[in-house]
């Protein structure tokens, strides 16, 4: 039988899953990883506090074994990611810095992590989650220190040390046009205008279903292609309130019908990635107490209807 991969790539798409170093040791989960899926992201394993634990003392060991994994499973790397305000090592969160030992801080993290995996990975999330809901610049450590041009910094850094990767920007709560979009929207057509390496806008999409679905997504990923830049799905998954009922779980299929359609009418939408594909390793009951049953695969590792419903829309 064809895998989501297979029905993805007819499209010139890829369809891909995030995953957890932990998790490489359940094996039925590994095979299922390895057979259906063309992309995989480190869903912990390359973010700051895990690559560079002391300053200027790397260890790319969890990031490793997901890159070694991929390659073995002929499977591409989104990388996630390099300038993000959470997972930071204590080291750096700890205490004050000047803009120009923020700015050292910064480039020797991107370009060291970028140079290890260069050749390696297909895309990187450069910058994560950089905008608050109302379209203001998120007052993270890089930008109280370095104002806005943190961004275009980080971007072209991460371009030196691989001409080659896509770099993109990613966040959550963009799926939809409106005033968070808006402000990657314009960030985006300035950087291009002024010829700052951006190859890509990443929508997290993590929905829920009590929130109702982005039915502007379409267009809005249409208006980031015309800018002449890729866009991805880039950690796709539907939460609900527990229990999931049969209706709930209907529900949740048709958004990620909805979804994987919007992806595919849009030329430039290059793949959707899900965060991890089972049950069993989403983020969503730790974090979100009461709520879950948000991927195409349950706990036991058996397909949902969500899962029938992306194969339907890749066919
Ligand atoms: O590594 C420690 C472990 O030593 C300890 O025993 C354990 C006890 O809680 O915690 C472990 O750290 C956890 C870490 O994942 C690694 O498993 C953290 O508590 C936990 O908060 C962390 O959650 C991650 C989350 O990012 C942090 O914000 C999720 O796994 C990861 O899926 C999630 O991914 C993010 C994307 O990077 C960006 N977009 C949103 C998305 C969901 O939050």
């Given at each position: 039988p064809l895998t989501?991969?297979?029905?993805?790539?007819?499209?010139?798409?890829?369809?891909?899953?995030?995953?957890?170093?932990?998790?490489?040791?359940d094996a039925p989960y590994t095979k299922i990883?390895?057979?259906?899926?063309?992309?995989i992201t480190p869903g912990n394993g390359m973010k700051?506090?895990?690559?560079?634990?002391?300053?200027?003392?790397?260890?790319?060991?969890?990031?490793?074994?997901?890159?070694?994994?991929?390659?073995?499973?002929?499977?591409?790397?989104?990388?996630?990611?390099?300038?993000?305000?959470?997972?930071?090592?204590?080291?750096?969160?700890d205490r004050e810095w000047t803009a120009p030992e923020l700015r050292a801080v910064l480039k020797n993290h991107i370009q060291t992590e970028v140079r290890h995996y260069r050749g390696k990975v297909y895309a990187w999330d450069v910058v994560n989650e950089a905008f608050n809901e109302d379209g203001t610049y998120r007052e993270t450590v890089f930008y109280k220190t370095l104002g806005p041009g943190y961004i275009a910094d980080a971007l072209r850094w991460a371009h030196q040390a691989d001409p080659r990767?896509?770099?993109?920007?990613?966040?959550?709560?963009?799926?939809?046009?409106?005033p968070?979009?808006?402000?990657?929207?314009?960030?985006?057509?300035?950087?291009?205008?002024?010829?700052?390496?951006?190859?890509?806008?990443?929508?997290?999409?993590?929905?829920?279903?009590?929130?109702?679905?982005?039915?502007?997504?379409?267009?809005?990923?249409?208006?980031?292609?015309r800018l002449g830049l890729d866009t991805a799905l880039t950690e796709v998954d539907v939460r609900m309130e527990l229990p999931a009922t049969e209706e709930k779980l209907a529900q949740q299929a048709d958004w990620y019908r909805d979804m994987?359609?919007?992806?595919?009418?849009?030329?430039?939408?290059?793949?959707?990635?899900?965060?991890?594909?089972?049950?069993?390793?989403?983020?969503?009951?730790?974090?979100?107490p009461g709520e879950g049953a948000a991927l195409p695969w349950d706990e036991q590792l058996a397909p949902k209807p969500a899962y029938y419903a992306i194969r339907e829309a890749l066919k």
């Open positions: 989501l991969a297979d029905l993805a790539e007819r499209h010139g798409r890829y369809f891909g899953s995030a995953t957890d170093n932990p998790e490489l040791t990883l390895g057979d259906e899926f063309d992309m700051w506090y895990a690559t560079e634990p002391q300053q200027g003392v790397f260890d790319f060991s969890a990031g490793d074994e997901i890159v070694n994994l991929a390659r073995a499973n002929h499977q591409k790397v989104r990388a996630h990611t390099l300038v993000w305000h959470s997972q930071l090592p204590g080291w750096l969160t990767a896509k770099l993109y920007l990613n966040d959550y709560n963009v799926e939809a046009v409106g968070k979009s808006d402000a990657y929207y314009t960030l985006a057509k300035q950087l291009k205008a002024q010829k700052v390496p951006l190859h890509g806008f990443g929508l997290q999409a993590h929905l829920a279903l009590q929130y109702g679905y982005p039915t502007s997504l379409e267009d809005n990923l249409r208006r980031f292609s994987t359609e919007a992806c595919l009418a849009v030329r430039r939408c290059a793949g959707i990635t899900i965060w991890d594909y089972t049950d069993k390793y989403s983020w969503i009951p730790a974090f979100f």
